[in-house]
């Protein structure tokens, strides 16, 4: 795969808001890394995760306290997924490296692999957002049409109505699956894997089987097949609806753009930062306990032109980047609320189940 080629212009938009990001820092003597309260949060949630793990699997509460803690199961399982993992892939969490790389392998305990994850996410997904053939994230095919150059099946002609029963599946499907998909096949989509280490395959294999034993073989030992298949489900569907509709909502939505490369010479109309403005949305952004809890992803402009710097800043910095583009006449997208948000993107859902 040929990667598509950004507009270069002699002053970009991009080191405006760079300036203006490093004046803001400078002038109030912060780190760009995350604070005291990212990791208060990163403790309590991770605790919280192992309490509920030891209730259920030890101690085997009633069927209804059993299946409740399954969906906290899935909620802490996301919110460490966007909070403690996410700022530790893109070295945001802290200053210093161990720290970003041991928060980074939160999500090799929840049975995916951050090698992967770096490789679609930081390298593919921050580069080419939107591009279809490119970005992995908006390829669901054949279950959903997610943009409209892709091919149409006559079962997206439901897609809006499902949707969540195939977002429910992304986590499952993500740690049993694509996992090993992108390991054995050497790529994420048509890019390329970088070339593993020795370590890397050990980190992967290894992980994998601590995730086998601690979610499926110890539960299933304590609780029995049955009770440990609907428990596992449950928590497993739960998380992938979660973790799903927080990205949908950041760029699969009705404001938001998908540019195709022109040919010839496989270039895109923008310059990089400009791209990735008219390629996400924000939504929900006063909303500080959906900010504490999905980890500033809420905040996607402001972490998709700045994602080294820690979802904790991404409130102050948002009112600097929409001054900015509001001068320069650059779209900033928003939805107040999540439904809005949400809204948006069942329409856009349902725009593209027509041929």
């Not at 919280?48 to 085997?60: G, K």
């Not at 692999?113 to 679609?120: Q, R, Y």
């Not at 279809?132 to 409209?148: M, N, Q, T, V």
């Not at 800043?313 to 779209?331: D, G, L, T």
């Amino acid at each position: 795969m040929i990667t598509p080629k950004f507009t270069s212009v002699s002053k970009s938009f991009h080191t405006e808001l760079k300036n203006r990001i490093s004046e803001y820092f400078e002038n109030a003597g912060k780190a760009t890394t995350g604070n005291r309260s990212l990791f208060i949060k990163a403790i309590v949630l991770v605790i919280s995760l192992i309490a509920v793990y030891i209730h259920l699997v030890f101690f085997t509460p009633g069927v209804t306290l059993a299946i409740i803690e399954c969906l906290l199961l899935g909620v802490f399982t996301a919110s460490i997924g966007f909070n403690v993992m996410h700022d530790g892939a893109h070295g945001s969490f802290s200053k210093y490296k161990w720290v970003n790389d041991l928060a980074g392998l939160s999500v090799n305990f929840l049975g995916a692999n951050i090698f992967m994850w770096k490789t679609k996410h930081n390298v593919i997904h921050h580069a080419y957002t939107n591009i279809d053939g490119i970005d992995d994230d908006i390829d669901a095919k054949p279950i959903l049409r997610l943009c409209e150059t892709q091919k149409f099946y006559k079962l997206h002609k439901y897609q809006h109505y499902y949707f969540l029963g195939a977002y429910s599946l992304l986590y499952i499907y993500w740690v049993f699956v694509t996992d090993y998909k992108k390991y054995f096949l050497k790529r994420v989509g048509s890019m390329p894997l970088k070339k593993m280490k020795t370590g890397d395959h050990i980190s992967f294999w290894g992980f994998k089987a601590l995730h086998a034993f601690l979610f499926v073989a110890l539960p299933i030992y304590m609780v029995g097949f049955v009770p440990w298949l609907v428990g596992f489900l449950v928590y497993g569907m739960f998380a992938g609806i979660l973790l799903s509709i927080v990205f949908q909502l950041a760029h699969t939505v009705e404001h938001t753009d998908f540019p195709v490369p022109k040919q010839p010479g496989n270039t895109l109309d923008d310059e990089w930062a400009i791209h990735q403005l008219k390629t996400t949305a924000n939504f929900a952004t006063r909303n500080k306990f959906l900010s504490w809890w999905v980890g500033g992803l809420n905040f996607q402009i402001e972490h998709h032109l700045f994602p080294k710097i820690s979802h904790v800043h991404y409130p102050a910095i948002s009112q600097i980047i929409r001054k900015a583009c509001n001068e320069f006449n650059v779209p900033y997208i928003e939805y107040p609320k999540v439904t809005m948000a949400v809204a948006s993107h069942v329409s856009y859902l349902k725009s593209l189940s027509k041929k």
